[in-house]
């Protein structure tokens, strides 16, 4: 479905990408796993189309990325960056109905099938109850269920999430998390996340990508990948991973750090 | 060019008016010269001072009139009349007098303007005698004259240059007397080739007294400010029979002069519009504060009561 | 859960706010052009002003309604809806509600290029158009070109906070530049100088707003195309990109064409302050933030708050005026303040 081809990038000379290939398969739950600066939002912003790759390049299909519009691309492709921060106070409806705009042309204005949509994402969220609040007021985890269903109401294909849960309390970790994998199971949405957060992976991810230093390490089913080996090799912590019984998932408990 | 000495003075008129100040003493501008000062505000010197800077160009033109232009050791940046100012060595001005070269000059006598409180202390200190210059109306104007000549030993040429001036004045009181006044607007600055940035002569100030004498009626008299913008609506409403514009440089060519005075014919219902008495006037005589109000004067009733000079 | 009625989730919602809103602020606009001009600081008798029998150089009622008054009042509303509209664009463009139509020099630049005319400037007309506004102009454009060259990378989106660097430093580098050219200049310079910089409506005839209509409308006409993508943009520049905006097209169209807008109110009328700050905020509180209607409302309220603003100017202290930019100031400072007050 969306597939890197030995793309790489870099500002002025270095590289912060190079030569990562990826697949995502369609309706799978991808995990992007690495320490800081190892490219995952590079990757992630390669993918969605934000930037263009120095070399190689990504398919959507069997469409090449850079031969897409903005907006063509926008109807295949959601993001849901770690934090926004609007300038000005939109209301939750507002900020849902942006998700719209690929779908829009330049002065129409949303009609019912909009309004039904976004209604549709606001339930799909849990936010239904938030519409008419503004989005400054709301906690982080409101915030970032509200950011979700903006990308929802894009009805697109792909969602790419870039550390969705790193600025939310445990409750709201989990309560986005089973958002995602009820939106991967009942919409069929194709989900990348890249995130610090190993133990949300294991319980969400089909599939790991790993990466570092501008690399992908390794690539795989998340009990192949997802490995004591994996997380030295990554962050160099020495770390147990079980799976446990009542979580009925791989967990990781960091132990200490080498180094 | 004597351009610039007098954009200078209208400068300091607008300066004034910026800081509010009403340094012409009377809100009942006189008649005539007849109230003009009779008492010396300074003691004269036991002699003359000898070497003297001054950074106010109507002030230059004071000494050189009592015939103290010899003493003169240094001037202003903006001085040029009369021409031999122009061999002088340049002070500075208003804003940026330089204490360094003026102090070099050895002066025994540094004319400044009144609001340079701070140079004034410093030469004080140095044991130097200042006259600080204050703008005004004919009355200052006298008066500073009358100063500056006891100052720089010249008492009775300061008296004779101000009975000419006196009889001047009075000569152009006569020629008008029993004439009707017309309602004139002076103006002292507009925005070439357009009705924008219009400044007038307010009811304070030498220029208003001035166009008293030489027998017009000022338009925006009451208004007791020595410069006016007035918007156009309000030059439409006051409806002045004689516009008199003053320009401190050259006459520009024909053509321009003509494109200047077209300017006006926007205001179409303006008497002064309507029967072609708008009247552009070109000399730096016109806007100086100095021994040189006389001719203006005259200048302006030629244009006012052309008939009286026939 | 059921909508309540009149909620913003309901399926009337722009559609039909966004109409009220041009109904009501095009009504305000509308009513102001209409009435600023019967009032000054005299009275004037309509019935005279419109007489056909009286001719026109008689007729000292037309004249102050056709020649004093109505070219004052259009410059108002061009310059007023200009500016408020320019400063959305700008906060929206820069991500900052602070920002106004001056934040990225262009003013300034405007600036500068009067003063130059001022004081170096030939003191004759080009054409029909005066030296002053066609210097300003130019000053303008070169600002907002130094501005631009500096803070785009070609194929890139613009950083905002290299636009607003950019933008501040070169404020900076003109205004040392104006103080060193005033410093050259007489006083009677440099006095016309910080006169324009108060802004003045009274532009004498009506020759100067058709010069400045061109410019005018092209901005307006850009400004249409933005304020969807505004709303994203104003949300984050990746965010917008993801959601299918051409951010750096958006960002280059809304630099171009705030920057033309302001350079044409500007060179109309000097650089009255507050308008592109004040409107935009008063609007916002009263319509919300979406760009598709704060832009309009703005437009329009922008120019009945200019025209009454110098309505103020003109009778407050009649037959004396007071600068218009200084009416605007002192209602724009203090609430100005308060914004800053209320945010933090």
């Known amino acids: 479905m969306l597939r890197a081809e030995s793309v790489s990038f870099g500002y002025d000379g270095g590289f912060t990408l190079s030569d990562a290939s990826v697949d995502i398969a369609a309706g799978s739950l991808t995990g992007l796993l690495g320490p800081n600066g190892c490219g995952k939002t590079t990757l992630l912003k390669l993918l969605s189309g934000v930037l263009r790759p120095r070399s190689g390049r990504v398919m959507l299909g069997d469409r090449v990325l850079s031969s897409m519009t903005r907006r063509e691309l926008a109807r295949h492709v959601a993001s849901v960056p770690q934090e926004t921060h609007p300038a000005f106070d939109y209301t939750v409806m507002e900020m849902v109905l942006m998700g719209r705009h690929p779908h829009l042309s330049a ?45 929802l109401a894009q009805s697109t294909e792909v969602l790419l999430l870039d550390e969705p849960t790193a600025s939310l309390d445990l409750g709201y970790q989990l309560d986005v998390a089973s958002l995602l994998a009820r939106l991967n199971r009942e919409r069929n949405v194709t989900m990348v996340l890249a995130t610090h957060d190993l133990n949300l992976v294991a319980s969400l991810c089909e599939r790991l990508v790993v990466m570092r230093d501008g690399r992908i390490l390794a690539a795989g089913p998340t009990g192949d990948v997802l490995t004591g080996e994996t997380v030295l090799q990554l962050y160099d912590v020495d770390a147990d991973v079980q799976f446990h019984q009542r979580a009925g998932h791989l967990t990781v408990i960091p132990v200490r750090r080498m180094s | 060019m004597a351009a610039r000495q007098a954009k200078l003075i209208r400068c300091v008129v607008v300066l004034l008016l910026l800081c509010g100040v009403n340094l012409s003493g009377s809100l009942e501008p006189p008649r005539g010269p007849q109230r003009s000062a009779s008492r010396p505000t300074v003691a004269p010197l036991p002699t003359g001072a000898t070497r003297i800077v001054s ?59 009144g609001s340079q409180s701070e140079l004034e202390g ?15 109306g004919i009355d200052s104007i006298l008066q500073a004259i009358r100063d500056v000549a006891r100052l ?154 052309p008939d009286s000079f026939k | 859960m059921s909508v309540p009625p009149g909620s913003l989730s309901g399926e009337r919602g722009i559609g039909g706010r966004l109409a009220s809103v041009l109904i009501g602020y095009g009504a305000l606009a509308l009513a102001a052009c209409l009435l600023a001009p019967l009032a000054g600081s005299t009275h004037i008798s309509l019935a005279r002003a419109f007489d056909r029998s009286i001719p026109f150089p008689d007729n000292v009622d037309a004249q102050i309604l056709f020649v004093a008054r109505m070219p004052r009042v259009l410059t108002g509303a ?38 130059l005319a001022i004081t170096f400037g030939t003191s004759f007309p080009i054409g029909t158009l005066a030296s002053v506004p066609l210097a300003s102009l130019a000053g303008a454009v070169v600002a907002s070109a130094i501005v631009y060259v500096l803070a785009t990378r070609p194929g890139r989106p613009i950083s905002t906070m290299v636009l607003l660097l950019a933008g501040v430093t070169l404020n900076a580098f003109f205004s040392a530049l104006i103080l060193f050219v005033q410093y050259a200049a007489d006083f009677t310079q440099a006095y016309r100088t910080i006169r324009w910089l108060m802004g003045d409506l009274d532009v004498g005839s009506f020759a100067p707003i058709v010069a400045s209509l061109p410019l005018v409308l092209v901005s307006l006409g850009i400004f249409a195309f933005l304020p969807r993508s505004l709303n994203l943009l104003s949300v984050g520049a990746d965010s917008a990109a993801t959601r299918g905006v051409d951010v750096g097209l958006t960002q280059r169209l809304a630099f171009f064409s705030a920057s033309l807008a302001t350079a044409a109110a500007v060179s109309l009328a000097g650089p009255i302050g507050f308008v592109g700050i004040v409107v935009p905020h008063l609007v ?31 009778t407050v202290l009649a037959p004396v005026e007071v600068p218009v930019g200084v009416v605007t100031a002192m209602l724009g400072g203090p609430f100005f303040l308060w914004l800053l007050v209320r945010r933090s």
């Open chain 1, 107 to 151: 002065f129409q204005l949303e009609g019912p099938a909009d309004f039904e949509i976004a209604r549709q994402a606001l339930d799909a969220t849990g936010t239904r109850h938030l519409a008419d609040r503004n989005y400054m007021t709301l906690s982080g985890g409101e915030k970032q269920r509200v950011v979700i269903a903006s990308a």
């Open chain 2, 122 to 136: 410093q030469f004080t200190r140095a044991g130097i005698r200042v006259y600080p210059y204050r703008h005004g």
């Open chain 3, 78 to 115: 061009i310059v007023g809806s200009t500016l408020a509209a320019a400063g959305v664009v700008m906060q929206a463009l820069l991500g900052n509600p602070l920002a106004t139509p001056f934040t990225l020099g262009v003013s300034t630049g405007a600036a500068l290029g009067a003063v």
């Open chain 2, 152 to 305: 720089s030993g010249h008492p009775a040429d300061g008296d004779r240059v101000i009975r000419e001036l006196r009889s001047q004045l009075d000569a152009v009181v006569t020629r008008v007397r029993g004439q009707r006044r017309p309602r004139t607007m002076l103006v002292i600055g507009r925005d070439a080739g357009t009705l924008r940035g219009v400044y007038v002569s307010g009811g304070i100030g030498f220029l208003h007294e001035l166009l008293d004498i030489a027998g017009g009626d000022d338009v925006f008299g009451d208004i007791k400010r020595e410069a006016v913008q007035p918007s156009n609506e309000t030059m439409i409403v006051r409806a002045p029979e004689v516009i008199m514009e003053l320009h401190p440089g050259e006459q520009p060519p024909a053509d321009v002069l003509r494109k200047e005075r077209a300017a006006w014919n926007l205001l179409a219902s303006v008497p002064a519009v309507r029967t072609g008495r708008v009247h552009l006037l070109y000399g730096g005589y016109l806007l100086a504060a100095g021994p040189r109000i006389g001719r203006a004067a005259e200048a302006f009733a030629r244009v006012l009561h």
């Open chain 2, 55 to 113: 950074l106010v160009p109507n002030v230059t033109e004071m000494l050189f009139a009592v015939g103290a232009g010899p003493q003169l050791v240094g001037v202003s940046s903006y001085d040029d009349f009369p021409p031999e100012t122009k061999a002088l060595p340049r002070v500075g001005a208003l804003l940026d007098p330089d204490t360094e070269r003026i102090l070099s000059l050895r002066p025994d006598l540094v004319i400044v303007y």
């Open chain 3, 284 to 314: 916002r509180l009263m319509v919300g933030v979406d760009h598709r209607i704060v832009l309009p409302a703005s437009a329009l309220f922008g120019a009945a708050f200019l025209i009454g603003c110098d309505l103020i100017a003109r």
